[in-house]
């Protein structure tokens, strides 16, 4: 006897129910990598792209925190101040153009030399910038070590022109700077560059300075010798 009541066979779509895969399935775990990986070159990717902070300097030029800009010629590049430049403080900003020659980048390398020199060159810059001395010398000092060449021969620059602007008051401070000088006047490429710089600081410095140099360099000769 039928009950009257039929039951349907469930369809396969009924039956299976359906979910999304991932198009790329991740595993249960990921095993954690193994020290050796950092010598495996299998595991090194050489094109990966490493973003390093800016320095200091560079995060302030571009927060505009330096009155001068770079500004491109066709023939020659050049500064364009915000202000005049004997209306800046050399305190702090002598410093920071001086914690620039560091840099290794345009346009901060040609900002930070061009800055510092004519920043020396304002009305009063030796009254301005001998009060500074005993920050500026180390910072000098840390450019004159610098391994990069360009960084010492900015550093270098920066010295002479330092020295020009305040003279004898350099003295007290020199022997810090002297042993760099001295490394590198044993480098051929130097030795010229060097020399000619430590004569351009008896010049400036006076008689007194010519002692200075030969405790710590020997075989200067000087320049009225």
């Not at 030029?61 to 101040?81: D, E, F, M, T």
């Not at 920043?119 to 000098?140: D, F, H, Q, Y």
Request: aromatic share 6%; charged share 25%; net charge positive.
């Amino acid at each position: 006897m039928s009950s009257g009541i039929q039951i349907k066979p469930k369809t396969a779509v009924q039956k299976t129910k359906t979910t999304s895969l991932p198009c790329s399935p991740e595993p249960a775990f990921k095993p954690l990598p193994k020290p050796s990986d950092k010598l495996n070159p299998k595991t090194i990717d050489p094109f990966r792209a490493y973003s390093r902070p800016p320095s200091a300097f560079a995060a302030l030029y571009a927060n505009g925190g330096i009155p001068c800009r770079l500004v491109h010629g066709s023939v020659k590049h050049r500064l364009q101040w915000e202000c005049l430049p004997e209306t800046v403080p050399f305190d702090p900003l002598l410093l920071i153009l001086a914690e620039g020659l560091r840099e290794t980048k345009h346009p901060y390398t040609f900002v930070s030399k061009e800055g510092f020199k004519e920043l020396l060159m304002v009305e009063g810059a030796t009254e301005k910038a001998i009060p500074l001395l005993p920050r500026l010398v180390p910072v000098l000092k840390a450019a004159l070590a610098h391994s990069d060449d360009e960084v010492f021969g900015r550093g270098l620059d920066a010295l002479v022109q330092l020295s020009a602007v305040i003279g004898p008051s350099l003295n007290d401070h020199l022997k810090h700077l002297l042993t760099n000088l001295s490394r590198r006047l044993m480098d051929k490429k130097f030795r010229e560059k060097v020399t000619v710089a430590l004569q351009k600081l008896e010049q400036y410095g006076g008689k007194a300075t010519v002692a200075i140099i030969k405790s710590k360099i020997p075989t200067y000769c000087s320049i009225s010798s």
